[in-house]
């Protein structure tokens, strides 16, 4: 009888930090920002699928801090810019966010992760809508997923709600105009806030109302192919039971949690 090896197959190497230097800090709300890496030379950076994040390594305030950022660009822009772009708000007590947010210069090294994560944006034959629902800086992996799905048919569409306390704290803000703006109307972008009235943005929180009612012309709840869940736990979970609740099939609800540490995919605890 031929003995039976007991060598085991290789094991996929694990990701190793890869030292890169910070190329770009631009100011996209009150304390945060978008944080550019030039990737040009790197195609393992570039070959990521929208919705992905990015761990970051720095020695802050003398600590060696670990901590993950989604893309907010899509994979189309960055491979044709070579610049991978996160961006951090600052959060009270955070470990690396203020240091990001307030410290950080362009020539400044961290180590850096290449692109992970399972929030993303599958391939799509046909025209699809889509729906964001997200709070803060939530925004970021859903907005790389909302240009991404713009680009994949020329007749799919995004309607993206958007949670914030202030104009001021909105997170991408601008970016996320521009991205309306060019869309020919397949984007549409309904703001919320919370600590602030402006005439003709709602005040409140996010509920089935405001839900309801910024889809009754796309065909309501059933009209949408895609559910894309970013932000508080709270929110999160509220309007996850709520899409439960009114038949929403579970595969159609994709939902990833930040938290001070970093986006985390809820099912994963």
């Not at 990001?100 to 210069?105: D, F, M, P, Q, S």
């Not at 400044?108 to 800086?137: K, N």
Request: hydrophobic share 40%; glycine share 12%; with cysteine.
């Amino acid at each position: 009888m031929e003995g039976v090896s007991l060598l085991r197959r290789p094991s996929k190497p694990h990701p190793t930090f890869r030292p890169l230097a910070v190329a770009e800090v631009d100011p996209v709300a009150e304390h945060a920002v978008s944080i550019g890496f030039d990737v040009s030379a790197m195609p393992g950076f570039l070959d990521y699928e929208a919705g992905q994040y990015v761990t970051l390594r720095a020695l802050v305030g003398g600590e060696d801090v670990r901590q993950s950022y989604s893309i907010w660009v899509p994979p189309s822009r960055a491979r044709r810019e070579g610049v991978i772009r996160v961006a951090a708000a600052a959060v009270q007590g955070g470990r690396m966010s203020p240091w990001l947010a307030n410290e950080v210069r362009v020539g400044e090294v961290m180590g850096v992760l290449p692109p992970l994560g399972e929030f993303v944006l599958d391939d799509a034959d046909g025209p699809r809508h889509h729906v964001g629902i997200v709070g803060g800086s939530g925004i970021t992996p859903v907005l790389a997923i909302a240009a991404a799905a713009l680009e994949q048919h020329p007749d799919s569409s995004v309607d993206l709600i958007v949670a914030n306390r202030t104009r001021e704290s909105t997170v991408l803000g601008r970016e996320v105009s521009e991205l309306a703006d060019a869309s020919g109307g397949r984007l549409r972008v309904e703001h919320v806030l919370s600590r602030e009235r402006v005439d003709g943005v709602r005040h409140g929180r996010i509920d089935p109302l405001v839900v309801r009612s910024v889809l009754a012309d796309v065909g309501g709840i059933e009209g949408a192919d895609d559910w894309w869940l970013c932000g508080p736990e709270g929110l999160i979970a509220d309007v996850e039971a709520w899409l439960g609740g009114e038949g929403v099939a579970a595969d159609r609800i994709h939902r990833e949690r930040f938290t001070s540490t970093g986006p985390v995919d809820p099912r994963k605890r």
